[in-house]
Structures are given as C-alpha cells and as structure tokens.
C-alpha cells in the first residue's frame, strides 16, 4: 500500500470523519427553506407593485376616515350659513350628523336589480307559504272525511245489528201469540235455506222488473225504525230496555223513548 493512499482502519482515517447523528441536519435544512421562503414571499408582497383598484381602495377608506376640512368649498358655504362641525343638519340641527355612508357597486346588475331580487324573493315564500297552507288544509280535510267515513261506517254496522236483533225479537213475540207468518218477508230473520236459494230465473227476474221498479227500496235505518214501532205497538216490546211492558201506558211511562238515542 502507498503512503498517497490513505488507510480506512486507522485511525488517522476515522478522525477526519465529523460525528453527525441520523436526520438532524436533513431537519435544519428543512426548517432553513421554509424561512428562506416566507421571508422571500414577505419580500415580494413589500416590493409587489399594488393594483390599481387596491389603491382605489385604500385612497377611499382614508379619504372616508378623515372629516372635511375647511378648504372644502360646500363645508365653507355650510359654515357662512351657521353650520358647526358635528352639528346635526337642518334649522334645528335634528338632521343627520354622520355622512351618508357610501356603497360601492361591484356587480354588473342594473340599478333596480336588488329590488327586483328581493320582490322575487318574497314571492317565492309567499307562494312556499300558499303551498303548505293548502297542504295542511288537505290533510286536515282528508282526515276529517276519513274520521266521517269511520262514524258512518260505525252507525251503519250498529244500525244493521239493531236490526238484526229486532228481527229474532219480532219472530220471538209473534210466535208466542201464535202468529206464524211475519207480517212482512224481513220483520223475521232469513232462515239458512232461504240463504241458500238459487238465485231467480232470468226470464222471472224480467217479469218482476215493472214490480221491482215501483217498489220502494228500504234501507236498514227505515226497516229498523218500522220494525221497533211494530213491536212497541203490538207487544208493548222495547229493543233498546229489552223489556215486554204490560201495555202502552207502561210502556209510554217507563221507557224512556223509541230510539237507541233516546235510551244513552
């Protein structure tokens, strides 16, 4: 081995060699661009030539800051006129101190544009308003006809028991006095063979339309009501008490009336 050459095991060689930990100058070279850079940007934003609006702006704001002086044409007229500074405006000073406050325009929209956006925008809710208004009202009335249609349905099937009950009663009393034929085919309960008829031949059915169309269809309130006053009137029989009185001025004095109503 050559003296030029140096000997990387001895220990000449590894003295030379600086003791530099893992990661520590990767981290200050790190943190040393990134001040580099903000100071550079800081720079660049000092030195950065403004716009044309932004010193717009900025002459704007101060000139708005400041108050007039007397230099000012209009602010000297004010004052030959008895005007003081911070004064209100009017004969009795009761007129507005500060300035009129100034807005800029930034958009391109016409001068009524704002009005005409707010008008729209208040008849967009009024008529967001009419729509739930009308939503509530139809619910409410769809929940009024269905609670109707409940009562109706619920008096319907009550009357139709009602009648029922007549029917058994009315076939009871007439066959104890010895009646054996109703009075009328449905002041007695069908009994299953009549349930279980064939229905009429179609040549009969055409025969009895002319009779069919003069009779009067009953409906189960007026056979219900015709039938209670049969048996108030032949039996001295009130459904509702379910009691035979003795007769009709034991009936008139002890039952309350010839309704479901009358008996609640």
Aim: proline share 3%; glycine share 6%; hydrophobic share 25%.
């Amino acid at each position: 081995m050559s003296d030029e050459e140096d000997d990387y095991m001895s220990d000449a060689f590894l003295t030379k060699i600086q003791d530099v930990k893992p990661g520590v100058s990767m981290v200050r070279r790190v943190k040393e661009t990134i001040k580099k850079e903000a100071e550079h940007k800081e720079k660049n934003i000092k030195n950065r030539q403004k716009s044309f609006k932004e010193q717009e702006k900025e002459s704007r704001e101060a000139a708005l800051q400041s108050s007039i002086s007397n230099e000012n044409k209009g602010f000297a007229l004010l004052q030959k006129m008895g005007y003081k500074a911070g004064q209100g405006l009017g004969k009795q000073g009761a007129g507005r101190v500060e300035p009129i406050p100034l807005n800029i325009k930034v958009d391109r929209g016409g001068i009524g544009m704002e009005e005409m956006k707010k008008r729209k925008a208040e008849e967009e809710l009024e008529h967001y308003r009419q729509k739930v208004r009308a939503k509530q009202q139809n619910e409410s009335k769809s929940m009024e006809d269905f609670r109707s249609r409940v009562r109706t349905e619920r008096e319907e099937r009550k009357i139709e028991g009602d009648l029922r009950r007549s029917q058994r009663s009315c076939e009871q009393l007439d066959s104890q006095k010895g009646i054996s034929e109703p009075r009328e085919d449905w002041y007695w309960p069908k009994t299953e063979a009549e349930d279980e008829a064939e229905p009429e031949a179609e040549d009969e059915v055409v025969n009895k339309e002319d009779e069919e169309d003069e009779a009067v269809e009953l409906t189960p309130f007026d056979k219900l009501h015709i039938l209670t006053s049969y048996l108030r009137g032949r039996h001295f029989y009130c459904l509702w008490c379910g009691t035979t009185y003795n007769d009709e001025d034991d009936l008139s004095s002890n039952c309350p009336g010839d309704t479901a109503a009358d008996h609640e």
